[in-house]
């Protein structure tokens, strides 16, 4: 599980295609007690460390992960948001994430607001019902309230903060992130859905 309160932005070393897999090697911010085999969000997709070597450290991404998120598009010298698995007892800054994305979205608008910034983004129809306004929402892995709602698109309000420590300061109009919806947002809309359809069935 991760708090969606990313640690620091990694760099993309090496993309190396291989049989079935495509492995990335990640320059982290920080790798002290990582150890292989531990669970890692990349923008947001939760990766499995499989070699730890001087602050590289390798992950294994199978082709639905590349064709499901924004990872397969990834080159050397990308900065990539990075966020620890949460501990027992670590301080939940976010909301809880499975590090399972769900769907893109395609940045629509990017503007700067003094030291911080408005991103409009557009998703799928058939995820717009599960996006509110002051809802949470991961966004390349980052915790982010949902500010307005206007039909297939959501706005983000982006302190100085979060665009000092992760990517999203990096965004332009057309580009995608990786998108994780609240889980329990899903469960209340999605158990709603099958209440009022077994209403209408009865």
């Known amino acids: 599980m991760f708090t969606g309160i990313v640690q620091g932005c990694g760099l993309v070393a090496e993309v190396l295609p291989g049989d079935g897999v495509t492995t990335l090697i990640i320059e982290l911010p920080d790798t002290s007690g990582l150890m292989r085999g531990a669970s890692v969000a990349i923008n947001g997709a939760c990766l499995t460390a499989t070699d730890i070597l001087e602050g590289r450290v390798a ?4 082709p639905e992960t590349l064709q499901r998120t924004t990872l397969g598009g990834l080159r050397v010298g990308h900065n990539v948001n990075v966020e620890r698995s949460l501990k027992m007892g670590d301080e939940l800054g976010g909301h809880l994430l ?7 979205a395609e940045v629509t608008s990017f503007d700067r607001e003094g030291d911080g910034a408005v991103c409009q983004l557009s998703l799928p129809d058939e995820m717009m019902k599960f996006v509110m ?6 966004v390349h892995g980052c915790s982010l309230t ?10 983000l309000h982006l302190i100085p903060e979060t ?7 990096d965004l ?8 994780e919806i609240d889980t329990m947002t899903q469960t209340i809309v999605n158990t709603v859905e099958r209440m009022m359809m077994n209403e209408v069935n009865q």
């Open 59 to 62: 992950f294994d991404v199978i």
């Open 98 to 104: 499975s590090g399972h994305v769900m769907c893109t």
């Open 133 to 138: 306004e002051k809802g949470y929402i991961g």
């Open 146 to 155: 949902i500010g307005r709602v206007e039909g297939p698109s959501f706005s």
């Open 163 to 169: 665009l000092a420590l992760t990517n999203l300061g």
């Open 172 to 179: 332009v109009p057309g580009s995608a992130v990786n998108i």
